[in-house]
């Protein structure tokens, strides 16, 4: 067992170096197995013959004295010992151990914000325990561990080429913060072998829990395979858009995503089946489906989620109206339109789902939203109102703009029209979309997301002078 303030962990090459322990040290380490209880008395042993030798640093580390943590003598079994008696020994440093260091501090960070100090002292606390030791191994060098071994079994859905991120980089912050606390079963995605695949084998295996990681399509496909199971999905976003977590209230950044999943609070919600597929966000037919399609992957990876505006802006110019049919429990709707969006559930940026301005996603309906601008000038403003009415609460007010809700819907066109369904061309009309009330369990964060109210630090020459004196809190 080493402490963690004498490694050094490089996620890229999959090694923990270990700082400043001479042969003398090592060998006077109590033994280690992993039957082996570590309890209070192993971690004092240890302690000790870390404290107690001071014999000349092993050169084999390759460090300069400078480099080496100064171990300072204490008194190893005092009756009231604490961590920061031996800091050096336990202490992260901004160098060796940047990622669960800024895993750290972007949870401080989080929490202050929200003024939960007592929620911080407890995941601090929680947090060092973890970090205090580390285990040095040639197989796996990445995996923190602690005293107790993981409680928890999930299956770790993994797409290597979502998003823009270093997803080596992104897999390693994501084990070291989950495999504490879960006996993670990961699961890459392949061209061949995408998530929906994976997720239901793991599904027919028994899987507790199922964790999926990349983009929407990524996300989507796991989710879709387990609506109707009960399972609980844990959603760590890595792609351009991240709407689906967006949608669902889910935090985008790996660090907030994980401390989500360690929560484990579930929350039922809706799902659909959009001619007999699972569906979590929505089915956009038109202008939307038109809009993926011209966002392709090489796009995406140059521009990110401009590929979807430069796309959006492209399909404006070529807008074209069709004969639409529309069919719910209760009524017939024949109408001309430019873009039809059947939501379960959209993020603020999937503007073409957002008539009715909030979409429940537990009332057991679906949104229906049509717009019929006549020309590009219309579809644009139509495009704004409808942003606004996502970011104001308020339902949108413009002639060529409407909305329904309903449990079950069918949708023809003609001529017959794109549909993408939850990111992913799926064919064309005609659609079924059914309703799927409490279909979904999902982990979700223990005190829903909050929407900035700005964002200014950073950006160039900036100077902020307020007319009135800010109010002291
Ligand atoms: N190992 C892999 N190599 C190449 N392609 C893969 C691999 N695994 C999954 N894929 C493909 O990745 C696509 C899904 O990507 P995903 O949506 O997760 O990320 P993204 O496209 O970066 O995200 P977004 O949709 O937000 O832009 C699927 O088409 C799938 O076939």
Partial sequence: ??????????????????LGVDRKQVESLPAYNEQVEIDQEYEENLREAYLNVTSAIDSAVLLSESQVPRIKQADARQAN????????LYELSDRHHRVIKEYQDRLIAEHQTRQEKEVI????????????????????????????????????????????????????????????????????????????????????????IIIASGGDGTLSAAAEAVVGTGIPLGVISRGTANAFATALGIPATIPAACQTILDGKTRTVDAAYCNGR????????????????????????????????????????????FETRIETEDKVITLNAAAVTVANAAPPTSVLAQGPAELLVDDGLLDVTIVAPTNTISAIAAAYNLLQSAYSGEVADRPDTGFLRARSIKISTNPPQRVVVDGELMGSTPIEVECVPGGLTIIVPTVPEELAEEKLDGLPNLQIKFKKPPVAN
């Fill in 81 to 88: 010992y604490n961590y920061t008696q031996a800091a050096d």
């Fill in 278 to 321: 699972p569906m979590v966000l929505l089915a956009g037919i038109g202008f939307e489906a038109e809009t993926v399609k011209r966002a392709d992957r090489d796009v995406k990876n140059r521009f990110g989620m401009l590929a979807y505006v430069l796309a959006g802006i492209h399909e404006l110019r070529n807008l074209e109206s």
């Fill in 121 to 208: 002292d407890q995941l601090v606390t929680k947090n060092k325990s973890v970090e205090q030791l580390v285990v040095s191994s040639s197989t796996s060098s990445t995996q923190a561990t602690h005293k107790n071994k993981p409680t928890r079994c999930a299956c770790l859905i993994f797409n290597p080429v979502a998003g823009q991120s270093n997803s080596e980089q992104d897999l390693a912050t994501i084990t070291s913060l989950l495999e504490p606390e879960f006996d993670l079963d990961i699961r890459m995605t392949t061209p061949d072998k995408d998530a929906d695949e994976i997720a239901k084998e793991a599904v027919e295996q028994g899987a507790q």
């Fill in 1 to 18: 067992m080493l402490p963690v303030g004498c490694s050094q962990i490089d996620y890229e090459a999959q090694k923990v170096f270990v």
